[in-house]
Nanobody, 123 residues
């Protein structure tokens, strides 16, 4: 059974930084893409970033490009999201996701999800 556990969320002032982590278990063998999405109150879940199995390819939503960095440590089955220059509009529940084939930007394409971690950015 695949399980994902996010951590690292919290309250931060605008301009500050946070680092999210997501530890995966039950994945077995084989490569898999990992991604981050977020959902603000009253809004759809939206793509933030994804990374391939090797870590050689990453992709970001325009809204976070240049401020967020996704990375992974396959030895630890963990994906990270370093978030810098945070803005109040980044406030959301952040979710990590796993997909056994290549990465995608639509939430429906990812079958495995964590429970989410709240990120709140104050102005």
């Amino acid at each position: 059974q695949v399980q994902l556990m996010e951590s690292g969320g919290g309250l931060v002032q605008a301009g500050g930084s946070l680092r999210l982590s997501c530890a995966a278990s039950g994945l077995g063998f084989g490569g898999y893409a990992m991604g981050w999405f977020r959902q603000a109150p009253g809004k759809e879940r939206e793509f933030v970033a994804h990374i391939t199995w090797s870590g050689s390819s990453t992709y970001y939503a325009d809204s976070v490009k240049g401020r967020f960095t996704i990375s992974r440590d396959n030895a630890k089955n963990t994906v990270y999201l370093q978030m810098n220059s945070l803005k109040p509009e980044d406030t959301a529940v952040f979710y990590c996701a796993v997909r056994r084939v290549g990465p995608a930007t639509t939430a429906a394409a990812w079958p495995y999800w964590g429970q989410g971690t709240q990120v709140t950015v104050s102005s």
